[in-house]
């Protein structure tokens, strides 16, 4: 038998979401992948453990997050909605 090859585009564990979160460093995360309405409040609470500095935003149905970032003068702005 061969070595299982690596399964990309699933959904992380709470845990291991959080560790990638903490590895790239980022300020904010926007948890939007996650199986079960569980695992958002887990990854929260584990990233604040792991990186009690970066902040999680969680977003029920419907609501709407709107991100403006500066870098080097010009000006983006995200919107991201929770269908």
């Known amino acids: 038998m061969g070595v299982a090859a690596p399964q990309y585009g699933k959904d992380l564990p709470p845990r ?32 604040k453990i792991l990186t009690p500095w970066m902040e999680v935003k969680t977003m029920q149905p419907g609501e709407e997050l709107i991100i403006s970032l500066i870098k080097q003068g010009a000006r983006t702005t995200f919107i991201l909605q929770n269908s």
């Not at 291991?16 to 309405?37: F, G, K, M, R, T």
Request: overall charge negative; proline content about 6%.
């Open 16 to 47: 291991d979401a959080a560790q990638a979160a903490q590895w790239i460093e980022n300020e904010l995360i926007v948890p939007i992948h996650y199986c079960d309405s569980q695992d958002p409040s887990k990854f929260a609470t584990t990233v």
